[in-house]
């Protein structure tokens, strides 16, 4: 089992797994992997918090997405620590691509506000993480990573 990042070891556990900062808790209490709060991801980002622990970040923020996402520079999820984007893409099967089917807005509605849902585009192919030492944001809610530092780190 992978070891849980420093950063995470204070939030909630959910079966074994620390549950990040800007996913969606339902509301009987059952936090949404699939399901990340866009809205808080974004404020987060800004304030340059990472987006799975919520403490500051200093120095490289990595940004994960699929293979345009990271061709672009252009992300919808938040930045995070690269140790805790790291982490993500080991365990987390919506990140790695193991679990490549999203739900329905639909389902999501019951749940969530529909800001805070994932594009019901399909799923992209591989996912990978990138570190940069800054990014701006966008309108519309999309970060735009700039100063790119290292190569591309894909799934495994
Ligand atoms: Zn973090």
Same mark, same amino acid.
């Given at each position: 089992?992978?070891?849980? &990042?420093?950063?995470? =070891?204070?939030r *909630?556990?959910?079966?074994?797994? &620390?549950?990040?900062?800007n996913?969606?808790?339902?509301?009987?209490?059952t936090p949404?992997?699939a399901?990340?709060?866009?809205?808080?991801?974004?404020?987060? $980002?800004?304030? =340059?918090?990472?987006?799975?622990?919520?403490? !500051?970040? !200093? $120095?490289?923020?990595?940004?994960?997405g699929?293979?345009?996402s990271?061709?672009? $520079?252009?992300?919808?999820?938040?930045?995070?620590?690269?140790?805790?984007?790291r982490?993500a893409m080991?365990v987390?099967?919506?990140v790695s $691509?193991?679990? !490549?089917?999203y739900r329905?807005?639909?389902v999501?509605?019951?749940?969530?506000?529909?800001?805070?849902?994932? &594009?019901?585009? *399909?799923? *992209?192919q591989?996912?990978?993480?990138?570190?940069?030492?800054?990014?701006?944001?966008?309108p519309?809610?999309?970060?735009h990573?700039v100063?790119?530092v290292?190569?591309?780190?894909w799934?495994?």
């Open positions: 089992m992978t070891e849980i &990042p420093r950063a995470l =070891r204070d *909630p556990l959910w079966h074994g797994m &620390p549950v990040p900062m996913v969606v808790w339902d509301r009987n209490g949404d992997f399901s990340l709060n866009h809205e808080l991801s974004v404020a987060l $980002g800004k304030a =340059r918090q990472c987006g799975m622990c919520g403490k !500051r970040m !200093r $120095g490289e923020a990595a940004f994960i699929g293979p345009h990271l061709e672009a $520079g252009l992300f919808r999820d938040g930045p995070m620590h690269p140790e805790c984007a982490y080991q987390c099967p919506f $691509g193991t679990h !490549r089917q329905s807005l639909d999501e509605r019951e749940h969530a506000t529909p800001i805070a849902v994932h &594009p019901t585009a *399909p799923p *992209p591989q996912m990978g993480l990138i570190r940069c030492r800054r990014y701006d944001m966008l519309g809610g999309l970060f990573a100063d790119r290292g190569e591309t780190e799934v495994q």
